[in-house]
């Protein structure tokens, strides 16, 4: 067999990663920064390459990290949903997870239900979320809506999280199908409230000056905004992950391609500093399911 590289290294180099810092990576792993420091370098001799950039205050992966890193990630992953799947029986069998309603209804019962067909003996309960209405300390596991720039520490971002506009495949523009940017601005716009960035990033990106931002439907609710375009009343700027369950199913589609970062994702957090083992394998579980979804 091969040789392989410690698991420790294997672990610095992907918190490292993940938080740009040795320091930040130290914090999470409970040991010293020189340790990790150490970790990724005898990681680095190994491979014989460099994964890192080191800047005097941050660091930054090399091209050969960027490729690296998601495989390991995935790795690190799947050692965890099979080391805590081993250890559920001494444990309490109950998971309890927050979650947008939006996101709940769309994406995660596919979630549940490979987690469930795998450990039918874990219950788990699911707290639907409109913003952040959600009680402390409720769930053992938050999945919520965060803007890039208000990210804690201890928050894992699910996917890079692209926008993308969605209407009905019948709705018409002037009585012709719509399928350019530039008939945008005499179509009929549905709205998010509390998220009007959406259509702004949407209109700046395609140098749509002349669309009115301020017209048409509005709702709070990501779900009622879908079901609104799936009647043909207009089309709507939203994350491609929520709208991909109505693509999928022919309810909606997209009239032309947009590459849009959104400012807006989902990020998870475990509640508890010492989870369960069942908490700890749903986790798992989400962070894989969340490294298939295209954003």
């Known amino acids: 067999m091969m040789n392989l590289p410690h698991l420790t290294f294997l672990r610095s180099f992907e918190a490292s990663a993940r938080h740009s810092s040795f320091t930040s990576a130290a914090e999470e792993l409970n040991c010293t920064q020189s340790a990790v420091s150490n970790h990724v370098r005898s990681l680095e001799e190994f491979i014989g390459r460099p994964l890192f950039v080191r800047h005097p205050r941050s660091l930054s992966l090399t091209d050969v990290g960027e490729a690296y ?11 965890d949903v099979a080391t805590q799947s081993l250890v559920l029986q001494k444990h309490k ?36 979320t409109i913003w952040t209405d959600v009680e402390e300390n409720v769930s053992d596991i938050s999945i919520s809506t965060s803007h890039l720039e208000d990210v804690t520490p201890n928050m894992l971002q699910l996917w890079e999280e692209k926008l993308t506009i969605v209407c009905s495949p019948n709705y018409l523009v002037d009585g012709r199908p719509f399928d350019s940017e530039g008939q945008l601005c005499r179509a009929d716009l549905i709205h998010i409230l509390g998220r009007p960035v959406y259509w702004e990033l949407v209109a700046k990106h395609i140098d749509a000056q002349e669309v009115n931002l301020k017209s048409g439907f509005s709702t709070n609710a990501s779900n009622i905004a879908l079901e ?13 992950s929520l709208v991909m369950p109505y693509i999928q199913r022919g309810l909606l589609f997209e009239p032309f391609e947009l590459d849009v970062v959104c400012p807006w994702t989902y990020f998870v957090k475990v509640v508890d500093k010492m989870p369960t083992p069942s908490v700890k394998l749903f986790h798992s579980w989400l962070m894989l399911a969340a490294g298939t979804v295209e954003g």
């Open 228 to 240: 609104l375009a799936a009647q043909g009343l207009g089309c709507i700027a939203l994350p491609r």
């Open 69 to 79: 890193v998601p495989s390991v990630r995935h790795a690190l992953q799947e050692i």
């Open 93 to 128: 069998r109950e998971v309890v997870v927050s979650c947008p309603f939006s996101l709940a209804e769309n994406w995660l019962p596919k979630v549940v239900q490979s987690f469930r067909r795998k450990y039918p003996e874990i219950d788990l309960t699911i707290h639907g």
